[in-house]
């Protein structure tokens, strides 16, 4: 009887630790996930074409690693097709409007599943009709760069 304990014990100790870190490294996917739309967001904002494709071919890589039960299979395909059109073009302009329909998706991501123990500001332009997320409150308009840099406000802040 004394063995079935420990052996029940044993089980329940390795079991907790697979899952602690099994949470660790969805945490980690989910905080890569935010960032790297952030660094997007940010080579948009600096019109940098190139680095705007590599980080959204990143998001791709990261995004496909990702547990369903903590991201839904039909969010994180959404994103996948989402960040691959911006990863599969160097035409800037091409990868902003794909980046409106990235954004809203990835917001609706946002208030579903904790992204981050930070504040995520969405932002709105005015001139595109679009959102984008944000680390920071000041506005660092995606969709026109230098152009309109500040163009927008931010319209809710997801916690």
């Known amino acids: 009887m004394k063995k079935l304990i420990s052996i029940v014990a044993i089980l329940a100790i390795i079991s907790t630790q697979k899952s602690i870190a099994q949470d660790t490294t969805s945490q980690t996917q989910i905080s890569q996930i935010l960032s790297l739309y952030y660094d997007i967001k940010d080579a948009l904002v600096a019109g940098n074409a190139s680095t705007t494709a590599s980080k959204a071919e990143a998001f791709v890589k990261v ?80 969709y026109y760069g230098s152009s309109m840099l500040t163009c927008g406000e931010v319209t809710e802040t997801i916690q």
Do not use: H
């Open 63 to 142: 995004a496909n690693a990702i547990d369903y039960k903590i991201i839904s299979e039909g969010n994180i395909n959404i994103l996948i097709k989402d960040a691959g059109k911006i990863s599969g073009t160097k035409d800037i302009k091409k990868q902003r409007e794909y980046f409106a329909n990235f954004s809203s998706n990835l917001a609706v991501v946002a208030r579903a599943v904790k992204l981050t123990d930070k504040p995520v500001y969405y932002a709105y332009c005015p001139m595109k009709k679009a959102y984008w997320l944000s680390s920071e409150k000041a506005i660092k308009n995606p």
